[in-house]
């Protein structure tokens, strides 16, 4: 039989990022639309991590918290990135489950300095694979926020510049794989913003 292959080599298959996978135009874009969102739209989680008002989500499902004020769509100005990205790094990674996935759900981050996500592993009843955009306030500002990826005892992290898109997916996806956004540098000026793209299995 076999050996299976060590646990080392999941994240290194199941993970890629491509650095500038969307335009500058669809970063402008992308950009100046969250800047036009009331600061409310972000303060008004339901539970959870109300305090820091980091997060909306736009989906029909339910994905761990919700708040009233959330959309239940993906904005066509951000489903536009999206698709880029998915564009971009498809072919980097061909293992995904591309067939199944169709964005219908974006969770949007905001990180200020000093500011992160905690490993944690997402919900199965989404699509396991995830395309991930980031951008930034200041990207001239040589700040460079980081995904960290967790299996076990392998562990990789992989810089997130300014258009860049990530993908984790698979055996990078489901338990008992963990991913977290490193907390921003505090040299950091403005947001880091994430946008993860998604969409539901179940
Ligand atoms: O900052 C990121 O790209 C990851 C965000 C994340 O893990 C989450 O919202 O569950």
Same mark, same amino acid.
Do not use: V
């Given at each position: 039989m076999e050996p299976s292959p060590p646990s080392s080599s999941f994240l290194k298959d199941d993970t890629c990022l491509v650095p500038h996978a969307v335009s500058r135009d669809s970063a402008r874009i992308a950009l100046a639309w969250i800047k036009k969102l009331p600061d409310h739209a972000w303060s008004a989680v339901v539970q959870g991590r109300s305090k820091d008002r980091s997060r909306i989500k736009?989906? =029909?499902?339910?994905f761990y918290n919700t708040a009233p004020s959330w959309d239940k769509r993906v904005p066509p100005e951000l489903l536009v990135l999206g698709e880029e990205a998915v564009e971009a790094v498809r072919s980097r990674a061909p293992g995904a489950p591309w067939d199944n996935f169709e964005i219908d759900t974006l969770v949007l981050n905001r990180y200020s300095k000093g500011k992160g996500v905690a490993a944690h592993t997402d919900p199965d009843t989404w699509v396991p694979l995830v395309v991930g955009v980031t951008l930034y306030d200041n990207p001239e500002g040589g700040v460079v926020s980081a995904m960290r990826f967790t299996h076990?005892?392998?562990?990789?992290?992989l810089?997130?510049?300014?258009?860049?898109a990530y993908v984790?997916?698979?055996? =990078?996806?489901?338990?008992? =794989?963990?991913h977290a956004r490193k907390p921003c540098s505090r040299g950091l000026q403005g947001y880091v913003y994430s946008f993860t793209f998604r969409s539901y299995a179940a």
């Open positions: 736009f989906s =029909a499902q339910r076990d005892r392998d562990a990789l992290t810089p997130t510049p300014h258009r860049s984790f997916h698979s055996r =990078a996806y489901a338990e008992p =794989a963990k």
